[in-house]
Nanobody, 115 residues
Framework: QVQLVESGGGLVQAGGSLRLSCASS????????MGWYRQVPGKQRELVAA???????NYVDSVKGRFTISRDNAKNTVYLQMNSLKPEDTAVYYC?????????WGQGTQVTVSS
């Protein structure tokens, strides 16, 4: 089992910044990719950013140039630095870890961007 605990969400004005953290514990050996997803009511959960075990990253087009995903292997933590936030970034953000054949999820953290 892998446990994921997110933190860092909150309320921020448009143009502001937040940094989300996802601390992993448990059977973290052989975790491959990790990522951040977000979901708003009535819509499917979407991938925001992902990072491989080798450090490769990818982002959804809407956050490119504004968000940065990184990982600290010593702390078993993945971060999502979010700058220039927009109201449309408002969502519950979930951390995800891929440890084949299982996908693990955190409990989610709310990010609200006011206009």
């Amino acid at each position: 089992q892998v446990q994921l605990v997110e933190s860092g969400g909150g309320l921020v004005q448009a143009g502001g910044s937040l940094r989300l953290s996802c601390a992993s514990s448990g059977s973290i050996f052989r975790i491959n990719g990790m990522g951040w997803y977000r979901q708003v009511p009535g819509k499917q959960r979407e991938l925001v950013a992902a990072i491989t075990s080798g450090g490769g990253t990818n982002y959804v087009d809407s956050v490119k140039g504004r968000f940065t995903i990184s990982r600290d292997n010593a702390k078993n933590t993945v971060y999502l630095q979010m700058n220039s936030l927009k109201p449309e970034d408002t969502a519950v953000y979930y951390c995800n870890a891929q440890r084949p054949p299982t996908s693990y999820w955190g409990q989610g953290t709310q990010v609200t961007v006011s206009s």
